[in-house]
């Protein structure tokens, strides 16, 4: 199982670094803001 | 097995691979949302993240449709006042204040026909939240002082929270002109800008967009809240889409601010044609409250600039606010407008309107 894994770490590993990709650089670039909005003070 | 047949296999198997990649991501984006902590780290000021919160805040129930529970959809600008509400305590940060609005669901008590009576004079102010008065009661907002303070003239709120300069211009041309004004305000604030590139903010919402010198609305009629949830929307989609909005911010500034331009130029030409003076009025908010620095910044410059284009009187209100400071009033720089700010932009605005044409 786990040497077809390894095999085939490409398939999911691409996905899976896609995503955590996509995530780290929301969460990094991301100011908590929703522009102009005053309700929450 | 033959070529042919190996290639077949092949396509079926990257099919079926693509597939279940894109189901593993649109899953995993699900997933994330439902991390408040995330979303609220994530979001900026772009469609897909004022849709994505829409979405998360409305996933158990449409009962506050659009965003607060005074609001209600309108199919050509998104959201308007409800009508006929009478001293409602339903203010976001001030619940002890109270809301009521007329039956064409305009702030306050008075209801108005659109034919002018001789001899009255008539005064229509657009805005957004800050000419609205959010977190004020009725007779504490500026509209509400100014009346007031000149008997025989109707000062018509048709304030709306969240409005950008796109929906302001679509209520003139719809209502506001109905009216028979003398003079239209607009209450402009340089933040409100970018509202203009968004298709989606408290909720769905009309976008023009520029092509060339001219203005063509997008987004028209804007769907229900029901026909935008019944809607199938990829989450991971939005990610991207917030994503991207954030690497083109400098772009997006740039256009938001033409646009703004052209948005206010053409709520000017519609206020000459009906025979009405345009007046431009800066209203300073946050940080700006506090600011003694002289007076046109560039900011304010900027609506000089299109008061000029447009034969729009323009009327800062910096310099009021630097006054009332000085004579020790606690003007607040936080959140929306209290009584007080609301107070000095009447005291501001009421010269230039007493003022027989």
């Known amino acids: ?41 | 097995m033959t070529t042919r047949g190996l290639a077949s296999k092949r396509l079926l198997l990257a099919a079926l691979y693509l597939g279940i990649v894109l189901v593993f991501l649109e899953g995993s984006a699900r997933v994330l949302v439902w991390n408040d902590a995330f979303v609220h780290r994530i979001v900026g000021n772009d469609d897909a993240s004022w849709r994505l919160q829409w979405r998360l805040r409305h996933r158990d129930s449409l009962d506050s449709p659009i965003y607060y529970s005074f609001d209600r959809w309108h199919p050509t600008r998104g959201w308007v006042l409800a009508p006929d509400l009478r001293g409602v305590h339903a203010m976001p940060v001030r619940r002890e204040k109270t809301l009521s609005s007329n039956k064409g669901g305009l702030r306050g008590t008075t209801d108005y026909i659109y034919e002018r009576i001789p001899g009255h004079r008539r005064v229509v102010v657009l805005g957004d939240s800050f000419t609205f008065g959010e977190d004020v009661s009725d007779d504490e907002t500026y509209c509400a002082r100014l009346a007031r303070a000149m008997p025989g003239v109707d000062v018509i709120n048709m304030g709306v929270h969240g409005y950008g300069y796109d929906q302001m211009l679509v209520t003139l041309e719809e209502d506001g002109v109905r009216y028979q004004p003398e003079v239209v305000v607009i209450g402009f604030l340089y933040a409100d800008r970018d509202r203009g590139m968004l298709s989606f903010r408290d909720f769905a919402k009309p976008r023009f967009v520029l092509r060339g010198d001219d203005l063509a609305l997008t987004h028209s009629p804007v769907p229900s809240p029901e026909q935008v949830l019944a809607e199938w929307h990829s989450t991971f989609g939005d990610l991207i889409e917030i994503l991207g909005a954030r690497l083109g911010k400098e772009a997006r500034e740039r256009k938001s601010v033409a646009l703004t331009r052209a948005l206010l130029l053409r709520m000017t030409e519609v206020i000459r044609g009906i025979g009405a003076q345009p007046v431009l009025v800066y209203l300073p908010t946050g940080a700006e409250l506090t600011d003694d620095g002289p007076v046109p910044n560039a900011q304010e410059a900027f609506l000089e600039e299109v008061g000029q284009r447009g034969m729009a009187r323009v009327v800062q209100m910096r310099p009021q606010f630097i006054d009332a400071r000085r004579r020790g009033e606690p003007i607040s720089p936080e959140g929306h407008y209290g009584p007080l700010e609301h107070e000095v932009v009447a005291r501001g605005l009421l010269p230039v309107l007493a003022a027989p044409r």
């Open chain 1, 1 to 41: 199982m786990v040497a077809l894994l390894w095999r085939y770490r490409l398939l999911w590993m691409l996905p899976l670094g896609v995503l955590l990709l996509l995530v780290l650089v929301l969460w990094f670039t991301g100011d908590g803001g929703g522009g102009f909005r005053y309700t929450v003070l």
